[in-house]
């Protein structure tokens, strides 16, 4: 496949590429627009130093637990269960992911509209924002599958079309994250570095790697070079807690061999200035939900009640 000249970011090469600085800031708000928001100045330079910011209790208990009621109804309703945006485990018919879930949910579409967290994505984007794609992560207790190394973003533009370097996402746990249930992992500032992954993308691959990913999964001579440099990060802490973590930020997750499980809720702003194009990789789009194209206006933030305390 030939790449394209408005391609800033090519990947799924034949052959290895060296990795480049990504050419796209961190934070991309400037003056005021970058100190009118929650976050101050340390969070913020944080965040371009490592690609992410970790709240502890950012959800109170109650509405955690309403959640989890939530979660709990959506593992016995085979609706949900036999929907195309149902990801089971590999050979099993557990669930490892439920996608669009904002779309399913009224509470979890209110949470996304957050104002402090659209303040925080707008600190974050410079711009209004809209979801790019949202789901439920389930990792059961001894069968909790584990989730490869890799970018957001490489996946986003290969195979969604995102053009540049200008989404963030927001894991927010329902269960404690402790250091045995599989926690997320970060390298530590590695979203400044973009590297090119190895092979042909097959149509519809999504439908094997959303259970075990093996394309778009950096070579393990860059990966190292990274967490030499600046380690490994695998933030624990409460049910209610939040990741905030930039596109490119590399990141993984081991299996859960505790009997504790681990699920969160996953949404992924894009900025409404880098919308979706055709995939870089020369194949056609994914469903929309996983790169949504269709709901792509501004969101708007919720000015009657706080999202997260929704009943």
């Keep these: 496949m030939d790449t394209r000249t408005d391609d800033f970011y090519p990947t799924r090469l034949e052959r290895p590429t060296p990795s480049f600085e990504r050419l796209d800031p961190v934070v991309h708000s400037t003056g005021t627009d970058r100190t009118d928001g929650p976050l101050s100045e340390t969070e913020l330079a944080q965040y371009e130093r490592d690609g992410f910011l970790v709240f502890n209790r950012f959800l109170d208990p109650s509405t955690v637990r309403r959640f989890r009621e939530d979660l709990r109804a959506y593992e016995e309703d085979d609706s949900i269960l036999r929907s195309e945006g149902t ?120 439908q094997s790697s959303l259970k075990k990913q093996e394309l778009g999964v950096p070579n393990e001579q860059d990966l190292a070079a990274l967490v030499d440099r600046n380690g490994i990060k ?42 979706l194009e055709a995939p870089y990789c020369g194949n056609k789009p994914r469903p929309d939900f996983l790169g949504n194209r269709t709901n792509t206006r501004a969101l708007m933030p919720n000015d009657s009640r706080d999202a997260r305390k929704t009943g």
């Design 87 to 206: 990801i089971t485990e590999p050979g099993k018919q557990e669930i490892r992911s439920i996608f669009g879930i904002h779309e399913l949910s009224d509470r979890f579409d209110q949470l996304t509209r957050d104002p402090k967290i659209l303040a925080m994505v707008r600190q974050l984007l410079g711009s209004d924002a809209y979801i790019h794609q949202s789901r439920i992560n389930f990792k059961p207790g001894f069968h909790g599958k584990g989730f490869d190394w890799h970018s957001d973003f490489e996946t986003w533009h290969a195979e969604d079309g995102m053009p540049r370097m200008r989404a963030v996402s927001f894991s927010i746990a329902l269960t404690d994250n402790t250091p045995f249930n599989g926690p997320l992992m970060l390298i530590p500032g590695s979203h400044k570095t973009f590297v090119p992954c190895v092979g042909r993308t097959p149509e519809d691959n999504y």
């Design 234 to 275: 695998a933030p624990t802490g409460p049910a209610g807690s939040l990741i905030i973590f930039e596109c490119n930020t590399l990141h993984a997750s081991n299996a859960n061999m505790s009997p504790w499980p681990r699920s969160n809720l996953f949404f992924v702003y894009n900025s409404v200035e880098n919308q």
